[in-house]
């Protein structure tokens, strides 16, 4: 069994999400978008699949990058061929980036599933088939009745209770956004949503990412009165010494780190320095599966949980197969998005959740994405 071909189909489809200039998901007026199927095709038909932005599966990284490693090697032998991808990464001129590393790595998981008939959580060693969920929110807008205010957030908290969540994490004013950032505005946001869902939902908070240490103190010390479940990222991650200093002088848990580079490594002095109380990982954060389990590891022999970053088949997969997990992120999440609706590419919902709040393991072959490819193939860019 050898790797024949690396392909990238891209096509068209509808959302509702706008960026920012900064790159936060907003609700927007429908309209069309692009994403890539990436796959993996074996000399005995067997395929694995990753959909993801083209513009990090772009042609350049499939033709000189990806390809050169992988045509003619057994597909399982991923972490030899990670590894080898991981060697060009330095000299790739930063085009080989860790979300470009993960795209392709789930596609390789996603094709043993599939070959074998198995759910991949089965094929690592699987510890849960469900996990709970807590509601991940978009940033504060400036919209009417969306995210403006912390009466809305306080709104569209009760709202997610209602539908199963036991847990909700708030992405606060971003710039770009009025009035923002303040931290004092922050509290007053995290006060209402508080007050609204009492003291037995799990409340976290994702801070803007640049707030001083003196402001990221405040709002810590703040999120402690609140009965906050963790503090997450309220400064940048470059600076490690600055999230040692804050997990010294508060007691909620600070989680981290997110983007900071540096995959299993930069996490290990992260828990070394005391820089964090709970790991952060994610697939697309460093570079796949198998670096994040990796990183659960390594919080493991901490005696620290790991939560892992974002929604999708891959860092579900990594939930359902550790036990120093609690949650599973699920959003990002707006009063006026339909968060359950089916993406045109798919012909089912990744994560769909139950009304007590869990969501289970797919125990479908592969990752478990139900790709919908008649609609990929009758949508393509050309």
């Known amino acids: 069994m050898k790797i024949v071909d690396v392909t990238v189909r891209v096509f068209v489809h509808k959302t509702q999400i706008a960026r920012d200039k900064a790159g936060h998901a907003h609700p927007g007026k ?3 978008t692009r994403s890539g199927l990436l796959t993996v095709l074996c000399d005995d038909g067997t395929e694995g699949y990753c959909i993801y932005n083209p513009e990090v599966i772009r042609p350049y990284v499939v033709e000189k990058l990806y390809k050169p490693v992988l045509l003619g090697q057994h597909p399982f032998e991923r972490e030899r061929l990670w590894q080898e991808l991981l060697l060009r990464q330095r000299g790739s001129a930063e085009q080989l980036t860790d979300r470009a590393l993960c795209a392709v790595e789930l596609a390789l998981w996603d094709l043993a599933g599939r070959k074998l008939g198995l759910p991949v959580h089965r094929l690592i060693g699987s510890y849960r088939d469900k996990a709970p969920a807590y509601g991940s929110t978009m940033v504060g807008d400036d919209v009417p009745g969306g995210l403006s205010s912390p009466e809305d957030y306080a709104r569209f908290a009760e709202a997610l209770v209602g539908r199963g969540y ?5 992405h606060t004013w971003m710039p770009d956004g009025a009035a923002a950032p303040d931290p ?3 509290v007053a946001a995290c006060a209402a949503v508080r007050e609204a869902v009492g003291p037995g939902i799990a409340l976290m908070l994702d801070a803007y990412h640049w707030y001083s240490r003196s402001d990221a ?6 999120l402690q009165k609140l009965g906050f479940a963790w503090y997450e990222e309220p ?3 470059a600076s490690m010494s600055s999230y040692a200093w ?5 007691d909620i848990p600070i989680l981290g780190p997110e983007v900071a580079m540096g995959k299993h490594m930069v996490r290990a002095e992260w828990a070394k320095a005391g820089a964090c109380d709970i790991m952060r990982t994610g697939v697309f954060d460093v570079g796949g599966i198998m ?8 919080a493991e022999a901490f005696n620290m949980d790991c939560e892992i970053h974002g929604s999708g088949v891959g860092n579900l997969t990594v939930i359902g197969c550790i036990k120093n997990c609690v949650w599973y ?3 990002l999440l707006h009063p006026f998005l339909d968060y359950d609706r089916v993406p045109d590419y798919l012909n089912a919902p990744v994560d769909p959740m139950d009304q007590d709040g869990f969501v289970p393991l797919s125990q479908l072959p592969g990752l478990g994405a139900d790709v919908n490819l008649a609609y990929i193939n009758d949508n393509l860019v050309r």
Do not use: C, F, Q
Not at 217 to 222: A, I
């Open 217 to 222: 103190l405040y709002l810590g010390r703040e």
């Open 166 to 170: 036991k847990g909700i994490k708030l």
């Open 291 to 298: 670096p994040s389990l990796k990183v659960a590891h390594l």
């Open 235 to 237: 400064m940048d991650e």
């Open 30 to 32: 429908e309209t069309e």
């Open 246 to 250: 804050l997990a010294g002088n508060l």
């Open 329 to 331: 992120e699920r959003g």
């Open 184 to 186: 004092r505005r922050d």
